[in-house]
Structure formats: structure tokens, C-alpha cells
């Protein structure tokens, strides 16, 4: 074994060393993983800097200028590697916290993940009763390389916004070709387990994060996008939000394309049972005499299964796949699969097309008219490779950054069962003017759970972890107003620039506070903040004290966990060309022909789970584009 493969299994032992007849996690060959699920993302830079890491920390010399102790992490013993990841966790240095969660998410991600590790098993966790496979009718072929394939309209992306803008074009009788970076995968494999739904469905295997790692980013990448992998939670925006979207030329006309995107969905309450977190919410809420509501969802015959958030085996969830994607293809459109769009092409100013990488080389796709609908990571560098809006492109990021504070109680609450969300409050939804958060609950699996849980020690985590099904996630979900930037990387990647500001920062502390109250009110036992070092309340504690202390905690990067799952505006509508990459029908300032169909297109952050109001936006440019 190499003196880096003997680092990284010091370490990741470090977090889960052999218990009571269960193995460690090298035993489980974690380390090997780690390195695969590294590798896989085809990021270089990023192995290279897991490389230097680990020479230096298996050096007794280097590992005295890291953390001043004068010997290799893999001669230590247990208790001193663990000392040695707190070092880190809690250094002054961003770096080094930075290095601890990155090693502390993976090791705990794939020690709690992997289908038939003992330690996920140890957590309570019951894999669902599969429900029979079932199949959506979408023409999907990977085309080869060399290949000019001739149409209409190009549209680049398949997911809420790409799938939308293609079932309007081929409505109105146009040659449709969808561009889609992902590989298909038939629904008969959706639901499946935990990591290997990661990898397949989502940006960056789920691993996909802001360039400091503070954010962790969730987005679909799949064939339909991030309605496979959803929640199926559909909110119309704000009343306040929809006047900032018609000061940027978003008008009424948008209610149109509301009712017809609900209309398709299916979009009622009607499937919304709560499951034992929403319970618990709803509970809290009612305790402390705040509001909520009932989360109208997109789903039609859902049962009681849970893995929404790796695809919906039985076709319940009305993703694009069942309806405008499978429309598109009903009136000929196809879709090309593992086809990566790499650049727009133009003639004398206007759309003429667009280039995709694909296995073996490039096709061109040839058509007068483009929809952009890559989703806001992925757009943005779509038109700067391009040349195309290279000084407004990417520049106004929103990012909802969310808090959650788990919350364990008495009961078994099985919060990988059931609708995932179902209950929202609207109560600190503008507590700054039009900024505040929204609260939901969240699904949680082992996997997930082991990674965003503190690490102070492998007894102290393994202890919370084995009561895995008592416990509920609460989110506060933070309307931003200060933006972040999407840019094309050194190594060819994607580089994502975001971190919260003052009044952000403000929001996620009020979040947190209002969380702990919640989860007090509803009876927890434990209440556990996802921060570094961990601030856990127990029963029989001072609340007030400690409640007053978790207000007092610093917001900052790898000190607290973030989470995004909704990411917009990173090529916004708007009616100035200086502060705006499309005008407010859609189509790119100055260069006729491309339009932009995705979240990215948001004049400012939505404030709610954004799927509908995307999609009502996708379908109100689509239909001017089927008309221009």
C-alpha cells in the first residue's frame, strides 16, 4: 500500500474505526472509493489536491507544519487521528476546514451509503418494497460522433425548463432536437440506492459544490433534469417577488402559462399526506402558533415508497418525462443523450446551431432557433465559451443557501418514507422586507445523514447515528439578494463562486434559532445544529442559554453546512442589456435566435421551490419563440 493509500485509510478509519464486530471503514474499502468518486468527477485539479494533502499528512515533517504534530496520520493511534481531524475542523485556517469536511462528507457519505454496508443497516434503515418498473414514452438514441443532424429548434437540456420549451416547439409543429449531457436511464432503475442514484442523476455524481466547498449543490443531471430527482414541491412565487419580476418585464401574462403548467402536472394537495418529519413540523408550528400550508404536489397515484430524490420507480411523479418531454416526442422531437453542448454557433449575428461533445468526438446540430435551458450552473458557460452575453453571463447567481437543523424524537419518524415534503410556513418569509426564509422539512437517507451530521468524535457520531429513523430535518430556506458567479474554471470545469452575504448570513442565524424553537416545540429530545464544532442541545439542558449561544455562532465557510437545491438567475430576463443577458421575452440581447428556457432566466430568486414558476417561465418564452 502506497503512503497515500496508507493516509487515507488512517483516516477515513479515524471517523469510522471497527465496533462492536462491525468493520472499519477501510475494511469496508472505503478509501478505494473515495479515490473513485474523486477520479470520476474528471476534475484533475481536484485529485491533485486530495494527493497533496494526504503526502503531507503521512509526513511526520509535514504533518508538523499542518497541524504541529510531528508524526505520519497512519502511525498514529485512534484517539490521535481523531484529535487530528479536529485539529482541522476547527482551525482558524478556511483551508484546513475546508480539507476536514471534504474528507468527513465522503467517508461518512460512502461508509453510511454504500447498499450493503453494516453500518447503514446499523441505522434503522428499511430499503422500500420495489413497485413495478415502469417506462415513459421518449425517443432517446446517442448519436455518433461526426454527425450533423438538421431541425428547427435546438433545445440544450431536458429538465424542467429544456422539456417545457421543447413540448411548446413541437406543439407548434417545429423539428425539435434536445441536447442532454446525461445518459438515460430507464425508469425501471430509478429508486434504487442511495449512491448509485447520486452518480447517475445528479451534477457531479451529487457531490457538486461552490469552489470553497462551503455550499453543497444539489441539481439534477439526467434525462428530464431536476424533475426526476425533485420533491415535487410546486409553489407559485410570492406576491412581493412577482412584482420585481414585472418591473423586469415579466407581466401577467405569466398566470397563462401558470394554469397550463399546472394543468399538465396535475398539480393538487390531494397526495400530500405528511410523513412522520412533516408531522413533526407541523406539530412544532402549531405549538408556537405559526403558520402553514399544505405543499400542492406534481404527482398522480404516489404511494408510500420515499426515494423521490433518486427517481420514481412507478411513474407517480409527473416529471417532464411523462409529460411535456413525452409530448415533444409524440409530435417528433427526439432527444439526443450523453451530447454535452459545448458551443453555440452563429451566422452574421443570429442562432445557426449548436456543437455537443459526444462519445468519440462532436455532432453539430443545425437550426435557426436555440433554447438555453442547461439549468443555472451549466447555461451561463454554455454562452461564454460561446462569446455570447461574455460581460452579463453567469454574474448574477442565486443560490436559496438553506440551514437544517436536525431534530431527534421518541418516536420512529422513518424519514426516508413517505412524501417528502408536504408542509411549508410562510411565517419568516419576508422579515426583511421581500427577504426571509421559507421552513420545510427534508427526506433524509443514511448516506446523507451520516455526511451532514457534526463529527466530533467516532463515538459520539455513532451513537446518533444508530437512532437514524427518530430523526427529522427542518429547513429554513433563505431568499437571497446577494449573488454569486458562474465561471468557466482553469481545468475546463465549472467554477462556482458563492458565499452568503451580511443580510444572508443574518437570515441563516434568525433560520436556525426558529428551527430549534420548532423542533423544541414539537417535542425533540436532541437538537442538532449542523455546525462545527458541534452544538448539540439534550433534554434537561438550559434551552434559552444554549438557543442564545447557537444565535451567537459564526456563519462562515465549513463552520456551518449549507445546502442549495435551487439554483437561478445566473442569466436573467430583464429590460437593461448592461445588467441582464435576455430581454424580457427571453431571447438573448443582441443575438437573435437564442432564447433562454431554464431557472436561469429568473429576473431575481424566487423564494419558494422555483420547478413551477421556471416552468410557467420556460413555456411563456417557448410559445414566443414558436411564434418569432
Known sequence: MSSR???????VDAFVPAHDGLPSASQLGVHRRLLEEVDALGRPSLRQQLDILLSVADSALGNLLLTGRPKAVSAMGQEAREAWLRSLADSPMALKRTAFQDLKRLTLLLAYGIEDSPWRARTGFVPPEPDAPSQSDIRVRTPRAGETVEADAVVIGSGAGGGVAAGVLAAAGKKVVVLERAAMVPEASFGGPELEGLAALFLDRGLAATTDRWISIRAGSAVGGGTVVNWSSSLRLPDAVREEWRAAGVGDDLEASYDAVEAALGITTAESEQNGPNRRLAAGLDALGLPWQTI????????????CAVGCRRGAKQSVLRTFLAGACAKGAEVLDRSEAVRILLEDGHAAGVVARVPGGEVTVRARQVALAGGSILSPVVLLRSGIASSTAGRTLHMHPVAAIAGLYDESLSPWSGVPQSVVSDAFGEVDGTYGFRVEAAPTHPGLIASGFPWWSSSDHRATLE???????FLAIVRDRTVGRISVARDGGT??????????RELLRRGSVEL?????AAGARQIVPLVTPPHTWRDGQPFDAWLDALGRRSISANRILLFSAHQMSSCRIGTEPRSSVADPDGQVHGTPGVWVTDASAMPTASGVNPMLSLMALARRTATRMAAS
Open 516 to 520: 430549534a424553537r420548532v423542533h423544541r
Open 296 to 307: 400542492p404536489r406534481n404527482v398522480r397515484g404516489c404511494g408510500d415508497c420515499g426515494p
Open 5 to 11: 493509500d496508507q493516509a487515507l485509510a488512517a483516516i
Open 467 to 473: 437512532r437514524c429513523d427518530h430523526v427529522a430535518a
Open 495 to 504: 467554477s462556482i463562486a458563492y458565499q452568503p452575504g451580511a443580510p444572508e
